[in-house]
């Protein structure tokens, strides 16, 4: 059969380990037939991307500082020729101000996360723009916590609000282009940004047992998702949030919570 994404060049950023979700999109797309350029934030996390990218159909890695201008200037100077689409996984908080009441979010905490886990998108798309084909594709993450208090998710619940409403603009924006610009809300799983949050194991329990799908989300169900919206399948879609959580979004009170009462 011929794969969907065959001949397909793209950009992800944000991959830290194999357990991240940036890397289960990465797997599905080379599957499918895309190669991809991959960055990394630090030395750290350059030696856990190095033996992934030879997992898959990679056309090189570069380091990347979102909070950096002229390191996503240089990301652009070296993707060579033109790409396809381009994954933004990328967020980051004060671990220490993600406890507590967010009333006591820091100022310097709350400029900081917006600045990278929102705003980033928006240049790093601006950025990119000269480089991207028509009909091409982008793809943030995001999660439940942007429209819905959770618990120790705080200022990035906000911050996932801005990226959120970006999309939408963004994808006006492109779409004279044809090019396509939506997120994935991933529910929770067990990856080092999802270890950062406060009883994040509880969390992860209580969204398998009181989701429709009564199982634990994998790489591979979101990575699967991702190829629809990288692929011509999905070439009418923009601007939108694609839930991939088992539809633990659609349940308003669990059995369970009932139980209790």
Known sequence: MTKVLE?????????ANDHSIAWGIAKCLSEEGASMYLTYQNESIKKRVEPLSQKI????IMPCDVSETSSLENVCDGIEGNIDFFVHAVAYSDKNELAGKYLNTSK???LKTLHISAYSLTEMTR????????GSSILALTYYGSTRYMQSYNVMGVAKAALETSIRYLAVDMGDRGIRVNAISAGPMRTLAGAVINKSRQI??????N???KKP??????????????????KGVTGEILYVDNGYNKVGMSIQDLSSI
Request: contains cysteine; charged residues 15%.
């Open 7 to 15: 001949g397909k060049r793209g950009l992800i950023v944000g991959i």
């Open 57 to 60: 159909n990679c056309l090189g």
């Open 108 to 110: 310097e905490n709350f």
């Open 127 to 134: 950025l990119l723009s000269p480089k991207m084909n028509n």
């Open 204 to 209: 992860y329990n209580y969204t398998i047992n």
């Open 211 to 213: 989701s429709p799908i």
């Open 217 to 234: 989300l994998s790489l591979d169900d979101i990575g699967k998702s991702s190829v629809y919206l990288m692929s011509n399948l999905s």
